[in-house]
């Protein structure tokens, strides 16, 4: 068995802009497949920090917000840490379809196979991409990544828990002769290539918008206008949409997010939510097929209408939306951007060591960061109990700091933390009493 490959700073960069050739990107076994996606944080990171620049430079504002940010961010990791206890579903169908039932093997070090890869990953991302659109289930699980009423690189980490579920059903075809090492490749690629996509900064790629997905082209796809629903699903190509008749071209500003917007930043809510309405509308909904409809068709089905609904019920834009932005003390943001950090260190460590920690440990540093993610968006909501969460919160960190179960990746920062989080609970602590006797003065 062999190991992964170490990956060049340079060739991670174009494994980004899918810019690896065959012959920097063929391996013989699944093992041996670099985890490109980990290694792209730090380009992730470099890249945001550029859009920013770049967009203070042309239009004299930031390219996204605190708290949306902090929302996005906390949707990735969330939806990153299943893969730290099992491993990726895609992966595992993948393989056994291949062990088992495969017809025949196209040679892995061949430019055709890894071409012919290309196509297929990306033909059965649009095809996923349209069917979470059309499908109501599968858009409770996809909508997430729609949620943000901002567009920019932040948004394009914003991911679903759930997604992957469903999404591995549509590369199993390939299984059946194209090898495992072959398609991890490409879909890792042509996850890595919808980042940079994300994105107002970049205008117009010329003839190259013919072809390929681009910012144009994704942001109709996120766009909430009228003409943009149910358009441009592909991936890293654009020719899928051309072909099936889902292409549309951008025109009129592009205003973003839900026809009907959560206002949340809670990233359990967001998870949740929309299953809730599901489940709300199946048992409120007379007539069994009618519930299966419920299930099965578009997310503006009813009863009545046709699958996908009806085009006129979607929200008229005005040009005078406002995003969800509750008003919070410049300090809440101060606070929030610190301990994300934080829980950002704790993250990157815990997959650089979990195959040498107890299960135990693996669970308590993941309930750990649940717990911090959801309390972050909490405080970015300015909710009344937001306190007391986050007292519990630094309590619960000094403790288990204490007891060895977290850990910096950097052992110098470990006494700095033990005082941040103590001075933290003690701030948390004393808001709280001083919430309790403005509430008593009002009450007398």
């Known amino acids: 068995m062999g190991s992964p490959r170490a990956t060049a700073p340079g060739q991670q960069l174009r494994a980004l802009f899918y810019a690896l050739p065959p012959g920097e990107s063929s391996f013989r076994t699944v093992e041996e497949v670099p985890d490109y996606v980990e290694k792209s944080i730090p380009f992730f990171i470099a890249f945001i920090g550029l859009e920013f620049a770049v967009s203070w430079v042309q239009k004299r504002k930031l ?74 289930i599968l858009w ?53 290539y919808q980042f940079w996509i994300h994105t107002e900064v970049i205008s117009n790629l010329g003839p190259l918008e013919w072809i390929l997905n681009t910012p144009s082209h994704h942001r109709v796809h996120h766009g909430r206008n009228p003409y943009c629903i149910d358009k441009n699903y592909g991936g890293t190509l654009i020719i899928w949409d051309r072909i099936f008749g889902t292409f549309e071209a951008e025109d009129a ?83 929030a951007v610190v301990h994300f950090a ?10 650089g060591t979990v195959t040498m920690l107890s299960q135990g440990t693996v669970l308590l540093r993941i309930g750990f960061i649940i717990l911090s993610l959801t309390s972050f968006g909490l405080l970015m909501e300015n909710r009344p109990k937001a306190g007391i969460l986050e007292i519990i919160r630094c309590l619960v960190f000094i403790g288990v700091y204490k007891l060895g179960y977290l850990r910096s990746q950097f052992s110098y920062l470990g006494y700095a933390y033990e005082i941040l989080f103590s001075f933290c609970a003690a701030f948390w602590g004393i808001q709280i009493m001083k919430q309790i006797s403005s509430s008593k003065d009002k009450h007398h």
Request: charged share 15%; hydrophobic share 45%.
């Open 140 to 192: 409770a699980a996809h909508q997430i990544h729609h949620s943000s009423e901002d567009y920019n690189l932040f948004t394009a980490l914003r991911q679903s828990v759930l997604q992957k579920y469903t999404s591995w059903i549509f590369n199993l075809p390939m299984a059946l002769f194209i090898p495992p090492s072959v398609f991890a490749v490409h879909l890792q690629f042509n996850l890595l």
């Open 63 to 136: 390219s996204g917000r605190i708290n949306d940010g902090i929302s996005s961010l906390s949707l990735g990791i969330l939806s990153r840490l299943p893969d730290v206890l099992f491993r990726s579903v895609d992966l595992i169908s993948y393989i056994y379809i291949w062990n088992n039932y495969r017809l025949f093997e196209l040679p892995w070090d061949s430019p055709w196979t890894w071409y012919l890869t290309f196509l297929g990953v990306d033909f059965a991302y649009y095809c996923f991409h349209r069917i979470s659109h059309e499908v109501n």
């Open 253 to 335: 500003e592009v205003v973003y997010g839900l026809t009907h917007p959560v206002n949340s930043f809670d990233p359990i809510m967001l998870q949740l939510r929309p299953l809730a309405h599901i489940w709300n509308t199946f048992w409120a909904t007379p007539g069994f097929c009618n519930k299966l409809s419920v299930i099965f068709k578009g997310p503006g089905w009813g009863p009545g209408k046709p699958r996908l609904g009806l085009p006129e019920e979607i929200p008229v834009i005005t040009g005078k939306e406002v995003p969800f932005n509750p008003s919070v003390p410049i300090y809440f943001n101060c606070y």
């Open 342 to 351: 934080v829980i950002m260190d704790l993250y990157t460590e815990l997959l």
